[in-house]
């Protein structure tokens, strides 16, 4: 079975402050990979996908960065946090399939980032 | 450019009755659509979706869903729901490979 992990479960960090979130996939290879960004109560933003190792494309500018080190992990980080970064990042996994063929998203169960 | 609209923000009903969320999109392309429940503070769960094939799609939890193409919508239905039901719900539409556009949710309260 596969299992999406998030790391950390929250954080609270001051404005200015670096940030690295992780999110590992056990159980699938190759899978595309995605970071969302959720408001308090508002709807979610895609920030990040990748298709494959070393590649990661931007969807959104958000003074944030993101990295696919290995093939399981992907990687969201800022060298300097602001006030509206505060929210909940969710990852997300889909199992790559042939053109035409759509295959659902799963989430992991989130970071709440609050940035005082 | 892909949109998602949901047209109701709070919806409350009683457990045993049916309920319908509304969900309409525009997008350019192949379009694929698909539904996910949130618990307060929890990740999202997969529903439901559509791609192809019969335009009325079966989920979880006696949830089901029809597309229609002309109404460029693809409402939620569920005939009898549950307390464990109140939830905010997201309707996604995506293309390709590329991540999923949301609709800003709506948030089902259930009374007993």
Same mark, same amino acid.
């Given at each position: 079975?596969?299992? +999406?992990?998030?790391?950390?479960?929250?954080? +609270?960090?001051?404005?200015?402050?670096?940030?690295?979130?992780?999110?590992?996939?056990?159980?699938?290879?190759?899978?595309?990979?995605?970071?969302?960004?959720?408001?308090?109560?508002?709807? &979610?933003?895609?920030?990040?996908?990748? +298709?494959?190792?070393?590649?990661?494309?931007?969807?959104?500018?958000?003074?944030?960065?993101?990295?696919?080190?290995?093939?399981?992990?992907?990687?969201?980080?800022?060298?300097?946090?602001?006030?509206?970064?505060?929210?909940?990042?969710?990852?997300?996994?889909?199992?790559?399939?042939?053109?035409? +063929?759509?295959?659902?998203?799963?989430?992991?169960?989130?970071?709440? &980032?609050?940035?005082? | 450019?892909?949109?998602?609209?949901?047209?109701?923000?709070?919806?409350?009903?009683?457990?045993?009755?049916?309920?319908?969320?509304?969900?309409?999109?525009?997008?350019?392309?192949?379009?694929?659509?698909?539904?996910?429940?949130?618990?307060?503070?929890?990740?999202?769960?997969?529903?439901?979706?559509?791609?192809?094939?019969?335009?009325?799609?079966?989920?979880?939890?006696?949830?089901?869903?029809?597309?229609?193409?002309?109404?460029?919508?693809?409402?939620?239905?569920?005939?009898?729901?549950?307390?464990?039901?109140?939830?905010?719900?997201?309707?996604?539409?995506?293309?390709?490979?590329?991540?999923?556009?949301?609709?800003?949710?709506?948030?089902?309260?259930?009374?007993?």
């Amino acid at each position: 079975a596969q299992t +999406i992990h998030q790391w950390p479960v929250a954080e +609270i960090k001051a404005v200015g402050s670096p940030l690295s979130l992780g999110c590992t996939i056990k159980g699938k290879s190759s899978p595309n990979l995605y970071w969302y960004w959720q408001a308090t109560g508002g709807t &979610l933003q895609q920030l990040f996908y990748s +298709i494959t190792v070393g590649q990661v494309e931007s969807v959104v500018q958000l003074n944030l960065s993101a990295s696919r080190p290995k093939d399981d992990q992907f990687i969201l980080s800022t060298e300097k946090l602001l006030l509206s970064h505060s929210g909940f990042y969710l990852c997300a996994w889909r199992q790559y399939r042939d053109w035409g +063929i759509y295959a659902e998203q799963f989430f992991g169960p989130g970071t709440r &980032l609050t940035v005082l | 450019t892909q949109t998602v609209s949901q047209s109701d923000a709070h919806v409350t009903v009683f457990e045993g009755d049916s309920v319908e969320l509304r969900c309409n999109y525009s997008y350019g392309g192949s379009i694929y659509l698909s539904w996910y429940i949130q618990h307060h503070g929890h990740g999202l769960q997969f529903l439901l979706k559509y791609y192809s094939g019969n335009p009325v799609v079966q989920g979880v939890n006696g949830f089901e869903a029809e597309f229609s193409k002309s109404d460029s919508s693809f409402h939620l239905r569920k005939a009898s729901v549950h307390w464990s039901d109140s939830a905010v719900y997201f309707c996604a539409v995506s293309g390709y490979a590329q991540g999923l556009t949301f609709g800003l949710g709506t948030r089902v309260s259930v009374f007993p």
